[in-house]
T-cell receptor, first 116, second 110 residues
Framework: DSGVTQTPKHLITATGQRVTLRCSPR?????VYWYQQSLDQGLQFLIQ???????AKGNILERFSAQQFPDLHSELNLSSLELGDSALYFC???????????????FGSGTQLSVL | EDQVTQSPEALRLQEGESSSLNCSYT??????LFWYRQDPGKGPEFLFT???AGEEKEKERLKATLTKKESFLHITAPKPEDSATYLC???????????FGTGTRLKVLA
């Protein structure tokens, strides 16, 4: 168990709909990362938050948005869903790096999104 | 642009047959090279972090090494339970984006 909790585990919805994915980081971790994993593209970085503030943005579509709340949990909102949005969505958290080095990511078990 | 490339895409080994997985990276000012193991339907699980060329880390049958352009994950005498997808990721300077490779799918046959 990584200590990162993601809900729900599975989501089945229709095109055009909106869904919210939730993530609770490990206790004490201030950073939350969102990744999308599809069979043909691997793990694609979407967005990162640190202590409530957006810190880095990847190839996140305008239809997608995220936020990190004061209790450090994060939500990823996906709207106007398309068939191509079907994927595994992972949340990860990390502790602050020491002397500027990168710290390992702890991943949740993911949310499998199926858009029909 | 930061990039991570892994090879081979897939690898089948007999139990006990040692091999190596390759991760080539292009990042400015490497702040860390990470190896993860991912089982089907699960999140990646951390294995190793390497920070500088020449560094090596070991854990059971796995050993990770790092040069200025590549990292290798050596698997010695693998067992069927080592079957998984192995991912590497790199973090460059001035960024918080961990760039992942597409992974190597390893299958170890009994």
């Amino acid at each position: 168990d990584s200590g990162v909790t993601q809900t729900p585990k599975h989501l089945i919805t229709a095109t055009g709909q909106r869904v919210t994915l939730r993530c609770s980081p490990r206790s004490g971790d201030l950073s939350v990362y969102w990744y999308q994993q599809s069979l043909d593209q691997g793990l694609q970085f979407l967005i990162q938050y640190y202590n409530g503030e957006e810190r880095a943005k990847g190839n996140i579509l305008e239809r997608f948005s995220a936020q990190q709340f004061p209790d450090l949990h994060s939500e990823l909102n996906l709207s106007s869903l398309e068939l191509g949005d079907s994927a595994l969505y992972f949340c990860a958290s990390s502790a602050p790096g020491f002397r500027g080095t990168g710290e390992k990511l702890f991943f949740g078990s993911g949310t499998q999104l199926s858009v029909l | 642009e930061d990039q991570v490339t892994q090879s081979p895409e897939a690898l089948r080994l007999q139990e006990g047959e040692s091999s190596s997985l390759n991760c080539s990276y292009t990042v400015s000012g490497l702040r860390g090279l990470f190896w993860y193991r991912q089982d089907p339907g699960k999140g990646p699980e951390f294995l190793f972090t390497l920070y500088s060329a020449g560094e090596e880390k070991e854990k059971e049958r796995l050993k990770a090494t790092l040069t200025k352009k590549e990292s290798f994950l050596h698997i010695t005498a693998p067992k069927p339970e080592d079957s998984a997808t192995y991912l590497c990721a790199a973090l460059g300077s001035g960024t918080y984006k961990y760039i992942f490779g597409t992974g190597t799918r390893l299958k170890v046959l009994a």
